[in-house]
Protein backbone atom coordinates (compact mmCIF):
# COMPACT_ATOMS: atom_id res chain seq x y z
CA UNK A 1 0.00 0.00 0.00
CA UNK A 2 1.35 3.58 -1.27
CA UNK A 3 1.49 6.81 0.87
CA UNK A 4 -1.83 8.58 0.67
CA UNK A 5 -2.76 11.97 2.17
CA UNK A 6 -5.57 11.54 4.85
CA UNK A 7 -6.86 15.22 5.25
CA UNK A 8 -7.25 18.15 2.56
CA UNK A 9 -4.03 19.58 4.59
CA UNK A 10 -2.29 17.34 3.71
CA UNK A 11 -3.26 16.96 -0.08
CA UNK A 12 -2.51 20.81 -0.21
CA UNK A 13 0.73 20.08 1.54
CA UNK A 14 2.23 17.55 -0.44
CA UNK A 15 0.89 18.02 -4.02
CA UNK A 16 1.51 21.75 -4.67
CA UNK A 17 3.54 21.58 -7.36
CA UNK A 18 3.55 19.89 -10.42
CA UNK A 19 6.78 18.01 -10.33
CA UNK A 20 5.52 16.53 -6.79
CA UNK A 21 2.07 15.55 -8.79
CA UNK A 22 4.57 13.79 -11.75
CA UNK A 23 6.12 12.03 -8.97
CA UNK A 24 3.24 10.39 -6.94
CA UNK A 25 2.31 9.24 -10.58
CA UNK A 26 5.38 8.13 -11.86
CA UNK A 27 5.22 5.76 -8.32
CA UNK A 28 1.96 4.68 -9.83
CA UNK A 29 2.99 3.98 -12.78
CA UNK A 30 6.19 1.89 -12.25
CA UNK A 31 6.06 0.73 -8.78
CA UNK A 32 9.02 -0.92 -9.00
CA UNK A 33 10.97 1.71 -10.98
CA UNK A 34 11.02 3.06 -13.94
CA UNK A 35 10.67 0.87 -16.83
CA UNK A 36 11.27 1.89 -20.51
CA UNK A 37 8.78 1.05 -22.61
CA UNK A 38 11.46 1.20 -25.71
CA UNK A 39 14.23 -0.57 -24.36
CA UNK A 40 13.04 -1.58 -21.04
CA UNK A 41 15.83 0.29 -18.96
CA UNK A 42 15.29 0.94 -15.48
CA UNK A 43 17.15 3.99 -15.20
CA UNK A 44 15.27 7.52 -16.50
CA UNK A 45 16.09 11.21 -15.45
CA UNK A 46 13.48 14.02 -15.53
CA UNK A 47 14.23 16.90 -18.55
CA UNK A 48 12.58 20.30 -17.69
CA UNK A 49 9.42 19.50 -20.05
CA UNK A 50 8.73 16.71 -17.27
CA UNK A 51 9.29 13.89 -19.43
CA UNK A 52 11.38 11.09 -18.48
CA UNK A 53 14.11 10.20 -20.57
CA UNK A 54 15.93 6.72 -20.49
CA UNK A 55 19.69 6.63 -19.61
CA UNK A 56 20.16 3.52 -22.08
CA UNK A 57 18.44 4.86 -25.03
CA UNK A 58 17.59 8.07 -24.45
CA UNK A 59 14.08 7.32 -25.00
CA UNK A 60 11.48 10.21 -23.41
CA UNK A 61 8.00 9.26 -21.89
CA UNK A 62 5.00 11.20 -20.24
CA UNK A 63 4.22 9.57 -17.29
CA UNK A 64 0.80 10.18 -18.13
CA UNK A 65 0.88 8.97 -21.71
CA UNK A 66 -2.15 6.25 -22.16
CA UNK A 67 -3.78 6.93 -19.25
CA UNK A 68 -6.39 9.09 -18.37
CA UNK A 69 -4.74 12.36 -17.85
CA UNK A 70 -2.49 12.01 -21.62
CA UNK A 71 -2.76 15.39 -23.60
CA UNK A 72 -4.80 17.42 -20.29
CA UNK A 73 -3.98 21.01 -20.32
CA UNK A 74 -5.01 21.61 -17.23
CA UNK A 75 -2.50 21.37 -14.15
CA UNK A 76 -2.43 18.52 -12.51
CA UNK A 77 -2.27 19.48 -9.03
CA UNK A 78 -5.86 20.44 -10.55
CA UNK A 79 -6.72 16.98 -11.51
CA UNK A 80 -5.24 16.18 -7.84
CA UNK A 81 -8.48 18.26 -6.10
CA UNK A 82 -10.82 17.22 -8.59
CA UNK A 83 -9.89 13.56 -7.59
CA UNK A 84 -10.06 14.45 -4.08
CA UNK A 85 -13.46 16.53 -4.12
CA UNK A 86 -14.74 13.40 -6.03
CA UNK A 87 -13.57 11.06 -3.62
CA UNK A 88 -14.18 12.72 -0.59
CA UNK A 89 -17.88 13.18 -1.09
CA UNK A 90 -20.29 10.39 0.06
CA UNK A 91 -23.01 10.89 -2.10
CA UNK A 92 -20.47 12.01 -5.06
CA UNK A 93 -20.24 14.70 -6.74
CA UNK A 94 -22.27 16.35 -10.18
CA UNK A 95 -20.50 18.33 -12.56
CA UNK A 96 -22.10 21.62 -11.85
CA UNK A 97 -20.28 20.79 -7.96
CA UNK A 98 -16.93 20.01 -9.78
CA UNK A 99 -16.84 23.37 -11.93
CA UNK A 100 -17.93 25.48 -8.74
CA UNK A 101 -15.54 23.78 -6.23
CA UNK A 102 -12.44 24.30 -8.63
CA UNK A 103 -13.44 27.42 -10.58
CA UNK A 104 -13.28 25.56 -13.87
CA UNK A 105 -14.78 27.92 -17.00
CA UNK A 106 -16.18 25.13 -18.33
CA UNK A 107 -19.52 22.84 -17.38
CA UNK A 108 -18.05 20.79 -20.47
CA UNK A 109 -14.96 20.20 -19.36
CA UNK A 110 -16.03 18.88 -15.99
CA UNK A 111 -18.04 16.82 -17.45
CA UNK A 112 -15.51 15.10 -19.38
CA UNK A 113 -13.21 15.10 -16.59
CA UNK A 114 -15.86 12.91 -14.56
CA UNK A 115 -16.86 10.93 -17.20
CA UNK A 116 -13.03 9.73 -17.10
CA UNK A 117 -13.27 9.35 -13.90
CA UNK A 118 -15.77 7.02 -13.80
CA UNK A 119 -14.35 5.08 -16.58
CA UNK A 120 -11.33 4.27 -13.91
CA UNK A 121 -13.87 3.16 -11.06
CA UNK A 122 -13.39 -0.17 -12.83
CA UNK A 123 -10.68 -2.20 -11.75
CA UNK A 124 -9.00 -3.77 -14.49
CA UNK A 125 -9.15 -7.57 -13.91
CA UNK A 126 -11.60 -7.31 -10.61
CA UNK A 127 -12.41 -10.18 -8.84
CA UNK A 128 -16.44 -11.85 -9.01
CA UNK A 129 -18.27 -11.80 -6.21
CA UNK A 130 -18.28 -15.38 -4.73
CA UNK A 131 -19.72 -17.11 -1.99
CA UNK A 132 -23.68 -16.52 -1.56
CA UNK A 133 -24.82 -13.89 -4.26
CA UNK A 134 -28.51 -12.39 -4.53
CA UNK A 135 -29.04 -11.37 -8.00
CA UNK A 136 -32.18 -9.55 -9.10
CA UNK A 137 -33.32 -6.67 -11.05
CA UNK A 138 -34.68 -3.62 -11.01
CA UNK A 139 -35.72 -0.12 -13.41
CA UNK A 140 -33.70 2.49 -13.46
CA UNK A 141 -34.59 6.45 -15.10
CA UNK A 142 -37.13 7.03 -17.03
CA UNK A 143 -40.77 7.94 -16.70
CA UNK A 144 -43.66 5.33 -16.11
CA UNK A 145 -45.48 4.28 -18.54
CA UNK A 146 -47.84 1.55 -19.06
CA UNK A 147 -47.97 -1.22 -15.93
CA UNK A 148 -46.08 -1.23 -13.26
CA UNK A 149 -43.67 -4.35 -12.03
CA UNK A 150 -41.67 -6.20 -14.81
CA UNK A 151 -42.44 -4.84 -17.97
CA UNK A 152 -42.27 -1.19 -17.32
CA UNK A 153 -42.04 0.79 -20.33
CA UNK A 154 -39.30 4.12 -20.36
CA UNK A 155 -36.61 2.62 -17.69
CA UNK A 156 -33.35 0.70 -18.15
CA UNK A 157 -33.07 -2.61 -17.00
CA UNK A 158 -30.25 -3.32 -14.14
CA UNK A 159 -28.98 -6.53 -12.55
CA UNK A 160 -28.31 -6.30 -8.78
CA UNK A 161 -25.55 -8.67 -7.46
CA UNK A 162 -25.14 -8.73 -3.53
CA UNK A 163 -22.91 -11.05 -1.84
CA UNK A 164 -23.90 -12.24 1.88
CA UNK A 165 -21.48 -10.77 4.36
CA UNK A 166 -23.35 -12.12 7.79
CA UNK A 167 -26.51 -10.58 7.53
CA UNK A 168 -25.29 -7.43 5.90
CA UNK A 169 -24.51 -6.81 2.00
CA UNK A 170 -20.82 -7.19 1.34
CA UNK A 171 -19.76 -6.50 -2.52
CA UNK A 172 -22.11 -5.58 -5.36
CA UNK A 173 -21.68 -5.29 -8.69
CA UNK A 174 -24.33 -3.62 -11.09
CA UNK A 175 -24.81 -4.13 -14.17
CA UNK A 176 -27.13 -3.03 -17.40
CA UNK A 177 -28.98 -5.58 -19.61
CA UNK A 178 -30.80 -5.30 -23.10
CA UNK A 179 -34.09 -7.17 -22.34
CA UNK A 180 -35.20 -9.92 -19.85
CA UNK A 181 -33.64 -12.59 -22.08
CA UNK A 182 -31.80 -15.29 -20.35
CA UNK A 183 -29.13 -14.57 -22.52
CA UNK A 184 -28.78 -11.27 -21.11
CA UNK A 185 -29.39 -12.41 -17.25
CA UNK A 186 -26.92 -15.01 -17.72
CA UNK A 187 -24.39 -12.67 -19.27
CA UNK A 188 -24.50 -10.30 -16.56
CA UNK A 189 -24.25 -12.91 -13.77
CA UNK A 190 -20.98 -14.82 -15.81
CA UNK A 191 -19.08 -11.11 -15.09
CA UNK A 192 -20.42 -10.15 -11.76
CA UNK A 193 -20.39 -13.66 -9.78
CA UNK A 194 -17.59 -16.74 -9.81
CA UNK A 195 -19.14 -20.22 -10.70
CA UNK A 196 -19.38 -22.59 -7.84
CA UNK A 197 -21.44 -19.35 -5.83
CA UNK A 198 -24.68 -20.21 -4.13
CA UNK A 199 -26.85 -17.41 -6.59
CA UNK A 200 -30.54 -16.74 -5.38
CA UNK A 201 -32.94 -15.03 -7.31
CA UNK A 202 -36.57 -15.34 -7.41
CA UNK A 203 -38.58 -17.12 -9.76
CA UNK A 204 -38.17 -15.71 -12.98
CA UNK A 205 -37.65 -17.91 -15.87
CA UNK A 206 -34.95 -15.86 -17.14
CA UNK A 207 -32.30 -17.33 -14.48
CA UNK A 208 -32.99 -20.81 -15.25
CA UNK A 209 -30.22 -21.31 -17.07
CA UNK A 210 -28.02 -20.64 -14.27
CA UNK A 211 -27.29 -24.17 -12.46
CA UNK A 212 -26.23 -25.10 -16.32
CA UNK A 213 -23.29 -22.65 -15.99
CA UNK A 214 -22.00 -23.28 -13.21
CA UNK A 215 -24.02 -22.32 -10.30
CA UNK A 216 -25.79 -23.40 -7.64
CA UNK A 217 -28.96 -22.18 -8.25
CA UNK A 218 -31.46 -21.06 -5.37
CA UNK A 219 -35.20 -20.01 -5.98
CA UNK A 220 -36.11 -17.97 -3.22
CA UNK A 221 -39.51 -18.78 -3.98
CA UNK A 222 -41.40 -19.59 -7.52
CA UNK A 223 -44.07 -17.16 -7.08
CA UNK A 224 -44.20 -13.06 -6.40
CA UNK A 225 -46.66 -11.30 -5.03
CA UNK A 226 -45.55 -6.83 -6.29
CA UNK A 227 -43.66 -5.37 -3.29
CA UNK A 228 -42.65 -8.74 -1.75
CA UNK A 229 -39.00 -8.19 -0.41
CA UNK A 230 -37.88 -11.39 -1.52
CA UNK A 231 -34.32 -10.31 -1.80
CA UNK A 232 -33.79 -7.39 0.79
CA UNK A 233 -29.75 -6.66 -0.34
CA UNK A 234 -30.88 -6.22 -3.69
CA UNK A 235 -33.70 -4.19 -2.65
CA UNK A 236 -31.92 -2.35 -0.18
CA UNK A 237 -28.98 -1.18 -2.70
CA UNK A 238 -31.77 -0.83 -5.42
CA UNK A 239 -32.98 1.46 -3.28
CA UNK A 240 -29.83 3.51 -2.25
CA UNK A 241 -28.77 3.00 -6.10
CA UNK A 242 -32.37 5.37 -7.32
CA UNK A 243 -31.34 7.88 -4.23
CA UNK A 244 -28.78 8.85 -5.41
CA UNK A 245 -29.36 9.14 -8.87
CA UNK A 246 -32.24 11.25 -8.25
CA UNK A 247 -30.45 13.27 -5.06
CA UNK A 248 -26.68 13.92 -6.82
CA UNK A 249 -27.21 13.85 -10.62
CA UNK A 250 -31.35 14.69 -10.34
CA UNK A 251 -31.76 11.84 -12.01
CA UNK A 252 -30.40 13.46 -15.42
CA UNK A 253 -28.68 10.58 -16.52
CA UNK A 254 -28.85 9.12 -20.03
CA UNK A 255 -28.92 5.37 -20.66
CA UNK A 256 -25.91 5.31 -22.99
CA UNK A 257 -24.16 6.62 -20.25
CA UNK A 258 -25.82 4.58 -17.16
CA UNK A 259 -23.37 2.13 -16.96
CA UNK A 260 -20.16 4.38 -15.98
CA UNK A 261 -22.53 5.74 -13.32
CA UNK A 262 -23.44 2.33 -12.26
CA UNK A 263 -19.54 1.99 -11.86
CA UNK A 264 -19.08 4.86 -9.66
CA UNK A 265 -21.75 4.01 -7.36
CA UNK A 266 -20.65 0.34 -7.12
CA UNK A 267 -16.98 2.04 -6.37
CA UNK A 268 -18.19 3.98 -4.17
CA UNK A 269 -20.82 1.09 -2.08
CA UNK A 270 -18.15 -1.24 -1.98
CA UNK A 271 -15.23 0.91 -0.41
CA UNK A 272 -17.81 2.53 2.32
CA UNK A 273 -16.48 1.09 5.04
CA UNK A 274 -13.27 2.76 4.07
CA UNK A 275 -11.30 4.74 7.23
CA UNK A 276 -9.86 7.18 5.41
CA UNK A 277 -11.43 8.92 2.52
CA UNK A 278 -8.13 9.63 1.12
CA UNK A 279 -7.34 5.61 0.42
CA UNK A 280 -10.53 6.18 -2.23
CA UNK A 281 -8.36 9.12 -3.90
CA UNK A 282 -4.87 6.64 -3.96
CA UNK A 283 -7.60 3.47 -5.79
CA UNK A 284 -9.00 5.73 -7.94
CA UNK A 285 -5.18 7.55 -9.11
CA UNK A 286 -3.80 4.19 -9.07
CA UNK A 287 -6.58 2.88 -11.37
CA UNK A 288 -6.93 6.20 -13.36
CA UNK A 289 -2.87 4.91 -14.40
CA UNK A 290 -3.90 1.86 -15.75
CA UNK A 291 -6.91 3.30 -17.70
CA UNK A 292 -6.66 4.13 -21.35
CA UNK A 293 -7.25 7.40 -22.96
CA UNK A 294 -10.22 9.03 -23.82
CA UNK A 295 -11.37 12.32 -25.20
CA UNK A 296 -14.87 14.21 -25.12
CA UNK A 297 -15.34 13.77 -28.44
CA UNK A 298 -14.75 10.04 -27.53
CA UNK A 299 -16.98 10.18 -24.68
CA UNK A 300 -19.74 12.07 -26.92
CA UNK A 301 -19.49 9.87 -30.28
CA UNK A 302 -20.59 6.64 -27.96
CA UNK A 303 -24.01 8.29 -27.67
CA UNK A 304 -24.37 9.47 -31.05
CA UNK A 305 -24.00 6.56 -32.34
CA UNK A 306 -26.21 4.63 -30.09
CA UNK A 307 -28.85 7.16 -31.40
CA UNK A 308 -28.11 6.06 -34.54
CA UNK A 309 -28.48 1.94 -33.49
Known sequence: MGRYPKTLMELESEFSTEAACREYLAGLRWPQGFRCPRCQGQKAWEDRAGLFRCTACDYKVSVTAGTIFERTRKPLVLWFRAIWWVTSQKTGASAKGVQRVLGLGSYETAWTWLHKLRRAMVRPGRDRLNGAVDVDETYVGGVWKGKRGRGTEGKTLV???????????????????PDQRSRSFDKAVRA??????????????????LKSLGYRHKVIRKTQTLGDNLLPRCHRVASLLKRWLLGTHQGAVSHEHLDYYLDEYTFRFNRRTSRHRGLLFYRLLQQAMATEPTTYRDIVKGVQDSHKK
Not at 159 to 177: N, P, S, T
Not at 193 to 205: A, F, H, N, Q
Request: charged share 25%.
Open 159 to 177: IIAAEHDGEGIGRIRLAQV
Open 192 to 209: SVEPGSLVRTDGLKSYNG
